[in-house]
């Protein structure tokens, strides 16, 4: 029993790992609609970090990649996508957390957890690295500080691929 289980959580792994985004209908801290299975980034790799107001580790990371971030564009083209897990309640809290940090990731809202689901988070921080035809090559939760140069070695490796 133990065997069919572990089988079962490595496929779903496996089936995150390397699948198409799927369609949930967003907002962005605008108000704007977006569809994540037409999130691109001109054939360049996407991170999708997501996150909550409420999450010391997730603030952590979304501003230490904050302060490399010109640096890791320039060099790879990489694009960043904070996806907010605040519910309806909080999510008023979420632009002007992104305003007073100067962030300038494009940031949508999942405040009934849609997108979450779909890409099965279970907890945050969850990141997850997009090639440039929307497949996931990398996913990882949680975050110790300095993890997120691993990101952007995940980012380089892939680039040196194609």
Same mark, same amino acid.
């Given at each position: 029993?133990?065997?069919? !289980?572990?089988?079962? !959580?490595?496929?779903?792994?496996?089936? =995150?790992?390397?699948?198409?985004? &799927?369609? !949930?209908?967003?907002?962005?801290?605008?108000?704007? =609609? @977006?569809?994540?299975?037409?999130?691109?980034?001109?054939?360049? &790799?996407?991170?999708?970090?997501?996150?909550? =107001?409420?999450?010391?580790?997730?603030?952590?990371?979304?501003?230490?990649?904050?302060?490399?971030? &010109?640096?890791?564009?320039?060099?790879?083209?990489?694009?960043l996508?904070?996806?907010?897990?605040?519910?309806?309640?909080?999510?008023?809290?979420?632009? &002007?957390? !992104?305003?007073?940090?100067?962030?300038?990731?494009?940031?949508?809202?999942? =405040?009934?957890?849609?997108?979450?689901?779909?890409?099965?988070?279970?907890?945050?921080?969850?990141?997850?690295?997009?090639?440039?035809?929307?497949?996931?090559?990398?996913n990882?939760?949680?975050?110790?500080?300095?993890?997120?140069?691993?990101?952007?070695? @995940?980012?380089?490796?892939?680039?040196?691929?194609?």
């Open positions: 029993m133990k065997k069919i !289980v572990f089988l079962l !959580v490595a496929l779903a792994f496996a089936a =995150t790992a390397f699948a198409q985004l &799927p369609s !949930v209908e967003l907002k962005d801290i605008d108000g704007k =609609t @977006v569809n994540t299975s037409q999130l691109s980034n001109d054939g360049k &790799p996407m991170i999708i970090s997501f996150f909550a =107001t409420w999450c010391k580790p997730c603030l952590r990371e979304l501003k230490a990649i904050h302060e490399v971030y &010109p640096d890791w564009q320039d060099e790879t083209g990489v694009k996508v904070a996806v907010s897990i605040d519910d309806g309640q909080n999510a008023q809290r979420v632009k &002007p957390l !992104v305003s007073g940090n100067g962030w300038e990731y494009e940031v949508l809202l999942d =405040t009934n957890g849609d997108f979450k689901r779909a890409m099965n988070v279970n907890q945050v921080p969850h990141v997850f690295i997009v090639d440039g035809e929307g497949k996931v090559i990398y990882h939760s949680g975050y110790t500080d300095g993890s997120e140069q691993h990101l952007i070695e @995940v980012v380089r490796e892939h680039i040196a691929k194609k």
